[in-house]
């Protein structure tokens, strides 16, 4: 078992490659306050994967740490209304998440199977994973459909570079322009908000 685990942390990253792997030729969308945003069609999908990256001036311990309190990180991230963790079993739990949409979107949730592996350099990748059917749907809720994609934490010196990739069915229907316009501000406002909450002394 523990072999295992070892062979799994270090081939661990290539493989939660793998899902995202339809998502190519990304082109950068926006580059601001240290954080870049690149987005990519993924083949089969109305909608763009998203990938952010930005450099965090705080230990990948803190980062970590903000990562890991479930009902305090809605603070940071973009549009969570609530969320809350549902089950911990080891390096895996499951999440559940509500989040507020502009009119006339009606909200969405979704519930997120996150496992973290940590490599011998010190970096952590946590794979996202949604699976929808977890738990029953909530009224006033459409249930997001899918979704594929990963944190990484990195150490640098300075502080912890964090990539943030996803690539989400959102189940219903969406304007495009509420699409085209989510997966910018996602992963920016997400990173944004984390960034600031880490440096915070």
Same mark, same amino acid.
Request: charged content about 25%.
């Given at each position: 078992?523990? #072999?295992?685990?070892?062979?799994?942390?270090?081939?661990?990253? #290539?493989?939660?490659?793998? *899902?995202?792997?339809?998502?190519?030729?990304?082109?950068?969308?926006?580059?601001?306050?240290?954080?870049?945003?690149?987005?990519?069609?993924?083949?089969?999908?109305?909608?763009?994967?998203?990938?952010?990256?930005?450099?965090?001036?705080?230990?990948?311990?803190?980062?970590?740490?903000?990562?890991?309190?479930?009902?305090?990180?809605?603070?940071?991230?973009?549009?969570?209304?609530?969320?809350?963790?549902?089950? #911990?079993?080891?390096?895996?739990?499951?999440?559940?998440?509500?989040?507020?949409?502009?009119?006339?979107?009606?909200?969405?949730?979704?519930?997120?199977?996150?496992?973290?592996?940590?490599?011998?350099?010190?970096?952590?990748?946590?794979?996202?994973?949604?699976?929808?059917?977890?738990?029953?749907?909530?009224?006033?809720?459409?249930?997001?459909?899918?979704?594929?994609?990963?944190?990484?934490?990195?150490?640098?010196?300075?502080?912890?570079?964090?990539?943030?990739?996803?690539?989400?069915?959102?189940?219903?229907?969406? *304007? #495009?322009?509420?699409?085209?316009?989510?997966?910018?501000?996602?992963?920016?406002?997400?990173?944004?908000?984390?960034?600031?909450?880490?440096?915070?002394?």
């Amino acid at each position: 078992m523990g #072999s295992f685990k070892q062979i799994a942390v270090v081939f661990g990253l #290539s493989a939660l490659l793998v *899902p995202l792997a339809h998502a190519e030729n990304w082109k950068v969308a926006k580059d601001e306050d240290g954080i870049k945003v690149s987005l990519s069609d993924v083949a089969g999908s109305d909608y763009k994967a998203y990938r952010g990256v930005t450099l965090i001036k705080a230990p990948l311990a803190k980062v970590k740490a903000l990562q890991e309190d479930v009902v305090g990180a809605c603070t940071w991230i973009h549009e969570c209304k609530s969320q809350k963790l549902l089950k #911990s079993e080891g390096d895996q739990s499951w999440t559940y998440t509500q989040f507020n949409t502009p009119w006339p979107v009606t909200a969405r949730d979704s519930v997120l199977h996150v496992t973290t592996t940590q490599a011998a350099d010190g970096s952590l990748t946590r794979k996202l994973e949604g699976v929808p059917t977890y738990l029953p749907e909530e009224k006033g809720f459409v249930r997001v459909a899918k979704v594929e994609g990963f944190w990484t934490l990195v150490p640098k010196d300075g502080g912890t570079e964090v990539t943030y990739q996803v690539h989400t069915e959102p189940g219903g229907s969406v *304007p #495009s322009m509420v699409a085209n316009k989510f997966v910018v501000d996602a992963p920016f406002n997400t990173l944004k908000a984390l960034k600031a909450k880490a440096e915070k002394p």
